[in-house]
């Protein structure tokens, strides 16, 4: 939706960790010069590739050395970055970001959302809200992944059932919803 508004504008760059290379990443960099670089689910990110943007975000400076060729740019880009924890982050790095903590979602946001995901997925009305209440209500730790994977998976109210009740099995059984 504005990702592609974005990108050509050049105005920000949005890359997911997991699947960024630190030469694509830098390439785009240097070609863009972007103002606004996002990262999603930075904690994938590959620890040289941190590295690279310890610098940017310490110095603003971008430096590639490859075969005896150095490659540099100063740079005013600014670094956002997601992410479900911490602990795979470099200390320096880290302490580069503003750290914000969003709370779990209450019952009311959840349900508002998860049924908004169902509907979007093609689930009638009906299935759409039994499956977010049942995901709230029955799983140990809800989240709107587990509403997405159940819808997609259930033709019936009984799969309903059937499916959150894999979910709980699962759950006890290997400790992941």
Aim: proline share 4%; aromatic share 8%.
């Amino acid at each position: 939706m504005y990702t592609e508004e974005i990108r050509r504008e050049k105005k920000a760059f949005l890359t997911v960790g997991g699947n960024a290379s630190k030469s694509g990443m830098i390439d785009i960099l240097f070609d863009m010069h972007p103002k606004y670089l996002l990262i999603d689910e930075i904690e994938h990110l590959k620890p040289d590739y941190q590295t690279t943007l310890l610098s940017l975000m310490e110095t603003g400076i971008l430096t590639q050395t490859m075969h005896k060729r150095i490659r540099q740019a100063h740079l005013k880009t600014s670094v956002f970055a997601t992410s479900n924890g911490t602990k795979k982050l470099s200390e320096p790095l880290l302490s580069r970001f503003r750290v914000m903590y969003l709370n779990e979602y209450e019952f009311s946001q959840f349900y508002e959302i998860a049924v908004k995901k169902l509907l979007a997925e093609g689930l009638d009305n009906k299935s759409a809200h039994e499956i977010a209440i049942s995901v709230w209500e029955q799983l140990p730790n809800p989240n709107i992944r587990n509403c997405v994977q159940i819808g997609r998976l259930v033709k019936n109210e009984p799969d309903i059932e059937m499916a959150i009740a894999d979910e709980i099995h699962n759950f006890k059984e290997y400790g992941v919803p």
